[in-house]
């Protein structure tokens, strides 16, 4: 502070006009006055006429908002002369009616003003007027107040504030204000507000703990009391920050504060009968929260029966809704504090093993087989990481610095990288290995009848009808007629024991012919009414059951020789059977289904043919009833589960129940796969649980309370983690009762369960009565963090990480059914196998050139399938053939990922749609040769894999370098698009099908050069790339036709972690443009037509089938000989999405947001960033197709588009 000048008292008062107040307006006013005011301060001079000045303009500033909107407006110098002012005066009154002001503006205008206060150098100014203020003894009381109260509200804003602070020695200054003046409330407020803004940094928060301000604030608060309610709250608000610090924490533990908050916690909550001091309640329990970030404040917390405490207390809250943060922050504390508990399992790896033929050098694998036998890796090493000898608590000097850092880290930046550079990486030589591949380029069709005589059998005569939407079970075709052919139930009931008594029903299958002389009945499928007046047909083949089946075990019949596969056990309660002949006189209702134009694809008999020949690690002899039934959509719609209220937590009181009333749970191991000795438990009603049948994944379920069953999931093979696909059999189930099912080992920090995602269930005895169908099933879902702890070896290094719970309760619709549950619509390599053979023998060759080749064969011995599929040349003239091998290729893949099903019910619609008869499929065929890897996974799909194929690795982060005795389907599918490049016949798009288990809609990622750069924000070097922007056409073509295909959630951003998957691999290497991986929600749709639904299978076909029409569209669009691409299109530059984007995770790249918020706290969720999807608006000018469309000549639909 510069001191006064000797001429300081000569300056006498301005002479100014009596009518100068009222000649002037307002903001004429408040400008002349801060005019006057710098030329006092530019004089150096001081007199009454500075106090005379500020206090007119404090009046304008209390009263008037203008006045306090013009000293904050942009290019305004009204803060600079006060805060210059501020700085140089010594008169006391001037001092307080500037800070005065300064309050006034601050109090007033939100943020932007205290920004615009900081902006202006005020933190420091203000800091060194609090220096020079402290010297005074004693110091003025209403000027500390001011300066204390003005500094608590700019320090938030000021990201050096802490730093300032600690510099100017302003902590001590406050901290002994408030030890000298206990008593004076007046005074400790604000220096206790100030307190908790010094304390938001970690250095000051330790520093003003050895000084005794964790002590200090436990002599301010203390029991209930009707006094100083406000000191108390501030005081809290205090310590909770101060606690966080886990020096801090460790004193409080040591002075046995964690008693003390839970004494006066339980204190408050028995007076404060009429909940008006929730804030103080509150403030307890955050500083609890704080104090129980360390090991020792758990510890403590258990020790002084905190779980009972705080139990108990906030079911007393939960009557009063406006105590739910209370019973939030209450159920926080107890879930952090519930001791870690390791999995009760003997080893975290797979219980299946399969030695790999090479061991990788280097990554999971590599550790995993490097472990020493004796290693315990589900050992529990949770607290290991917070309780450190070494103060860990640096100060981050600019966190939103770090925030940037972080957020564009994974963005791929330099451009040499992102510029595709087509390379072979195999030799010529040595890619001729896949000549025989592609016969379509070398073939002379010289033995092939070239004109179609007659059509087959199962093609359509009426008018076709679009768009297609395949069937996924059991609708059979008439020959001559658009219907559906009569429901068929084929069932036996077994003949022995007395009427009513439940048998089970098997299958022993080899690999010979069923015999002819099986006995079969027909069951007609119970009314339905139908709006399409058509009826569905269902063949199920239920196979005699010979004798009784003692505790449901394997018996019956044995039909064939060699290796047996038996269909799991079977409750025909209830299920009445017909002669022979009758037929079914009712229909299902098909819900908006239109009629496919090719043949049924599921054949039950032809599935167990194929199960024979598939390889399992566990070598499985069963067959889950749906795979056989197989699975129709269900004539319903089937909404997005709507959340109810606190359901989260009242699911986490029921663990946290387990801890305080331990003799209430039973614990009881009732399904082992690691145990094959363990005993299933006899009694009636015990859940029996099994999964081993090809895809299922469940490794051991444990009886908890007597409707209550924990199960954890099988890790991936040669693997310690990716838990979260599950499809298991549950049976012995009774009539209204509720059952709850926790799966206890799943790895993501969120899911789409959290927002009305359900689990799917299939009912054997619904099938039986014609209802043949997976559907959403399960209330009071949700997915939750629980107090199970990974070990580091399955966290990756990392100590302290927790599973998370999937919850859901279930109500059977029948007594004694069998019922299945999946992650989602389970779809099995069999199931593959049994549909490109039904494919292979329906189609017609004069029509569709169909071939269904082997790629490679899989670790363990599977065939990976590779389908070619085009339209056969009008003849084998040269003209024609030589249009049949110059179409353009397409490349599709699939399934790369097991647990994504969805993506192969998409590949499903794609494939059907490829080979119907529709005139907009024939001239799709017509246009591409398409080749097609349904399956990029068999072993990971067989053996009930989430992630990864047998090698224990994630097969699309392989593509860089994929190794062919680890990933031959990897290798060899790169292959092909290698080949393809060698020869020039580098394909139009590539599309891998995926599904995303965080976000809705159906979207695709793709790589641009100059999206990934302007994500970067370096717009200089944005603007010098030039790039083709035809890889949005498809993305923007689906949006248009595809009711659940959303563009706003697309992205086409390349990032570092993605640089080995097919999308980048085959855009960079292969120099494929438009290559995409297409992500399909496993959840439902937010926008549309599907809106508010959860997604099905027969919405996944849609999506397939629409697919193809994108890609007819795309060659309408990009042809050179004909038309231009419509600007409304690819309006390229408007059509970027502005919103901002984070990278959420190692491999997600999306936008902010994804979900909407609960009521329920933000800390209370699964404990996830999951992002939320920001609905952009499309062009609402653009072209919307019609149904009709799909059916329209080619220059039709050429002419839709162009505009």
């Known amino acids: 502070m510069r001191p006064l000048t000797p001429g300081f008292k000569q300056f006498s008062c301005l002479s100014l006009p009596s009518t100068w107040d009222y000649s002037l307006t307002n903001n004429s006013r408040i400008v002349g ?201 501030v005081a809290l608000d205090t310590l909770a920050a101060l606690l966080k610090s886990k020096t801090n924490a460790r004193r409080a533990v040591d002075r046995g504060y964690v008693q003390v908050l839970l004494t006066i916690y339980v204190d408050w909550h028995r007076h404060d009968n009429r909940h008006r001091n929730m804030l103080i309640r509150k403030g307890i329990l955050q500083s609890l929260k704080s104090v129980t970030n360390i090991k020792l404040g758990r510890k403590a917390f258990i020790d002084a029966n905190g779980m009972k405490i705080l139990y108990n207390t906030s079911q007393e809250c939960l009557a009063v809704r406006t105590l739910d943060p209370l019973v939030n922050t209450s159920s926080l504390i107890m879930r952090k504090c519930f001791p870690k508990n390791r999995l009760p399992l003997p080893t975290i790896k797979s219980s299946f093993h399969f030695q790999l033929p090479v061991i990788p050098v280097t990554g999971p694998v590599a550790q995993l087989y490097s472990l020493p036998p004796e290693v315990d890796d589900v050992v529990d090493e949770s607290d290991d990481n917070d309780d450190i000898d070494v103060e860990a608590e640096n100060e981050t000097e600019n966190e939103d610095d770090l925030d940037q850092n972080f957020k564009n880290d994974d963005i791929e930046t ?151 596969v038996q269909l799991g056990k079977l409750c025909c309660t209830g299920v009445e059977t017909e002669d022979e002949d009758t037929e079914s006189n009712s229909s299902v209702e098909q819900a908006s289904v239109e009629v496919p134009d090719g043949p049924t694809l599921h054949d039950p008999d032809l599935y167990i043919e194929i199960v024979k020949n598939t390889k399992s690690v566990p ?186 719970t999937i919850t859901f309760t279930v109500n059977f619709p029948h007594k004694d059914d069998v019922c299945y549950f999946a992650y989602h619509y389970p779809y099995t390599y069999s199931t593959l196998q049994m549909h490109l053979q039904k494919l292979e023998s329906a189609h017609n060759p004069q029509q569709i050139y169909f ?56 590949m499903k619609g794609t494939l059907e749609y490829l080979m119907s008869n529709n005139p907009t499929a024939q001239s799709l065929r017509e246009s591409y040769i398409f080749k097609i890897v349904p399956m990029l996974n068999p072993d990971g799909v067989i053996n009930g894999n989430h992630r990864c194929s047998l090698s224990g690795e994630d097969l699309n982060r392989q593509w860089q370098s994929p190794n062919p005795d680890l990933h031959p389907t990897i290798y060899h599918a790169k292959g092909l698009l290698q080949y393809l490049a060698a020869v020039k016949r580098l394909p139009l798009v590539y599309c891998d099908y995926h599904g995303h288990s965080r976000k809705k809609n159906v979207f695709m990622y793709g790589c641009s050069i100059k999206e990934t750069v302007w994500r970067t924000n370096d717009n200089a070097t944005s603007c010098d790339v030039v790039e083709d922007t035809g890889y949005r056409t498809l993305p923007k073509i689906l949006s248009h036709i595809a009711p659940a295909f959303c563009m706003s959630s697309c992205s086409f951003v390349v990032e570092k972690s993605k640089e080995s998957t097919a999308r980048v691999v085959v855009w960079r290497e292969i120099g494929v443009q438009r290559s995409y991986t297409m992500e399909s929600t496993l959840c439902g749709c937010d926008q549309g037509k599907y809106k508010g639904l959860q997604i099905g299978t027969r919405e996944l076909e849609e999506m397939g089938a629409k697919f193809c029409v994108g890609l007819l569209r795309l060659k309408r669009l990009t042809s050179p000989l004909e038309y231009n691409l419509p600007s409304s299109l690819l309006d390229f530059e408007n059509d970027l999405i502005e919103s901002s984007c984070k990278v959420t995770s190692p491999t997600t790249y999306v936008l902010d947001e994804d979900e909407p918020r609960f009521l329920e706290e933000v800390d209370y969720s699964a404990e996830s960033n999951d992002e939320l999807d920001i609905e952009l608006a499309e062009n609402v000018g653009d072209y919307e197709p019609s149904a009709q469309e799909e059916v329209l000549s080619d220059s039709e639909l050429s002419r839709t588009y162009l505009p």
């Open 619 to 804: 070598e499985y002899s069963e067959v889950a009833y749906p795979d056989y039934f197989g699975h129709i959509p269900p004539p319903f719609k089937e909404p997005i589960l709507e959340r109810p209220y606190g359901v989260q937590r009242t699911k986490i009181a029921q663990d946290i129940e387990r801890l305080i009333h331990q003799s209430d749970i039973i614990d009881r191991v009732v399904y082992d796969l690691d145990n094959p000795n363990y005993a299933i438990p006899e009694e009636g009603d015990i859940l029996k649980f099994n999964s081993k049948f090809e895809s299922g994944n469940l490794r051991k379920v444990i009886q908890i309370r007597k409707n209550e069953y924990d199960l954890i999931l099988n890790s991936d093979i040669n693997s310690n983690h990716y838990h979260q696909w599950f499809y298991f059999e549950v049976s012995g189930m009774r009539l209204g009762v509720a059952y709850r099912f926790n799966i206890i080992n799943c790895e993501k920090s969120n899911s789409q369960f959290n927002y009305g995602m359900q689990p799917l269930m299939y009912s054997v005895q619904e099938a039986l009565n014609g209802r043949p169908w997976w559907i959403r099933m399960g209330i009071d879902i949700c997915y939750y963090k629980n107090h199970f702890s990974r070990s580091s070896v399955a966290a990756g290094g990392q100590k302290g990480k927790s599973y998370y």
């Open 851 to 906: 071939r269904k080749d082997v790629l490679c064969e899989t670790l363990s011995g599977n065939t990976c399938p590779l389908v070619t599929i085009t339209a056969m040349p009008e003849s084998n003239y040269y003209e024609h053939l030589c249009q049949f091998r110059n179409r353009p290729y397409v490349f599709l893949s699939a399934r790369v990922h097991p647990g994504e099903t969805n993506a192969s019910w998409v």
């Open 33 to 233: 006055l801060l005019a006057q005011l710098e030329k006092i301060n530019a004089e150096s001079s001081e007199s009454d006429t500075a106090r005379y000045v500020t206090s007119k303009i404090l009046h304008l500033a209390q009263s008037q908002e203008k006045t306090r909107r013009e000293m904050t407006a942009k290019g305004s110098t009204g803060m600079e002369i006060l805060l210059s002012t501020l700085e140089n005066t010594k008169d006391l009154q001037t001092t307080l009616n500037i800070l005065s002001i300064l309050v006034e503006l601050v109090s007033a205008g939100g943020g932007r003003r205290v920004s615009f206060l900081v902006t202006k150098g005020g933190s420091q100014i203000l800091l060194q007027l609090l220096m020079n203020a402290s010297k005074e003894s004693p110091p003025h009381e209403e000027l500390m107040v001011q300066i204390h109260s003005i500094l608590a509200k700019i320090g938030p804003k000021d990201k050096k504030f802490g730093v300032k602070a600690r510099i100017n020695g302003a902590l001590n200054i406050t901290l002994n204000l408030v030890k000298q003046n206990l008593q004076n409330h007046r005074l400790v407020l604000p220096c206790l507000q100030l307190l908790r803004v010094y304390s938001a940094n970690s250095v000051n928060s330790v520093s003003l703990g050895k000084n005794g301000v964790v002590e200090l604030m436990f002599k301010i608060i203390g029991p209930f009391s009707k006094k100083n309610s406000s000191l108390i709250k």
């Open 414 to 564: 330099d451009i040499n990288k992102l510029k595709p550079q087509q390379e072979l990486g195999r030799t010529i030589e040595d890619l001729k290995m896949y000549e025989h591949l592609f016969p379509e380029l070398v073939d002379d069709f010289q033995d092939y009848d070239l004109i179609s005589k007659e059509p087959k059998p199962f093609v359509f005569e009426g008018k076709v009808r679009g768009p297609i939407v395949v069937p996924t079970a059991g609708e059979e075709t008439s020959g001559n007629s658009g219907s559906l052919g009569k429901v068929v139930m084929k069932e036996n009931i077994p003949s022995r024991g007395d009427e009513g008594e439940k048998k089970s029903t098997f299958m022993d299958l080899a690999k010979e012919n069923i015999k002819d002389d099986r006995t079969l009945q027909q069951q007609p499928a119970p009314g339905f009414t139908a709006e399409t007046k058509k009826d569905c047909s269902l063949p199920l083949t239920v196979l005699t059951c010979a004798k009784a089946c003692p505790h449901m075990a394997a018996c019956g019949n044995v039909l064939f020789e060699g290796r047996t």
